[in-house]
T-cell receptor
């Protein structure tokens, strides 16, 4: 079946430093990858949508300068949180799918704590 | 774009009774409506979904209803158990778009 491995599961970084999270698709081709953030007590906000061989589309309030994303092939994507501060803490989730209008398969999430 | 409203934000029900969570959406082009269950400290997991060509779907004790005219969809959990206590999120995806827009979530508490 389709699986998405996301790592690390949890990470702590010092305020002002950066951290990178990765997602690996297994059993299908991750043509599209969506990155979401769930801040404490909030719902899931879409950060950006990445499609292989296309430009990455960032949502309002999220920028490439802050959340650079790499999606070099059909099985891997990574996102970095640059210069992390307290407001960046939360659960980051990647979701991948092969074709338009198919279901997303989500990774297990990366919980970021900023101290 | 799409906006999804989800109510209630907190729902307490007695064990073995039913629980209902309601969501509304704005974009009539939305055609896929999944429901996710999130346990504390875990990622959300898809529990049931419905597409716009259906009005009702049931998987064991989970029932989802879709009213396209009213742009409303709902999750009903019958015969609730303590293990059903969790956060539940509805979502809507607009046809032709890659976006999945989530509701704000409902914390379901099953009381013994």
């Amino acid at each position: 079946g389709a699986l998405v491995y996301q790592y690390p599961r949890r990470t702590i970084c010092k305020s002002g430093t950066s951290m990178r999270m990765e997602c690996q698709a297994v059993g299908f081709q991750a043509t599209s990858v969506a990155w979401y953030r769930q801040s404490p007590q909030k719902t899931f906000e879409l950060i950006a949508l990445s499609t292989v061989n296309s430009a990455i589309k960032y949502e309002q309030n999220f920028t490439q300068e802050k959340f650079p994303i790499s999606h070099p092939n059909l099985s891997f994507s990574s996102m970095t949180v640059l210069n992390a501060y307290l407001e960046d803490r939360g659960l980051y989730l990647c979701g991948a799918r092969q074709v338009l209008n198919s279901d997303y398969t989500f990774g297990s999430g990366t919980r970021l704590l900023v101290i | 774009g799409e906006q999804v409203e989800q109510l209630p934000s907190i729902l307490r029900v007695q064990e073995r009774s039913s629980a209902s969570i309601n969501c509304t959406y704005e974009n009539s082009a939305s055609n896929y409506f999944p429901w996710y269950k999130q346990e504390p400290g875990e990622n959300p997991k898809l529990i049931i979904d419905i597409r716009s060509n259906m009005e009702r779907k049931q998987i064991q004790g989970l029932i989802v209803l879709l009213d396209k005219k009213a742009k409303r969809f709902s999750l009903h959990i019958t015969d609730t158990q303590p293990a059903d206590s969790a956060m539940y999120f509805c979502a809507a995806r607009t046809g032709g778009a890659d976006r999945l827009t989530f509701g704000k979530g409902t914390q379901l508490i099953i009381q013994p």
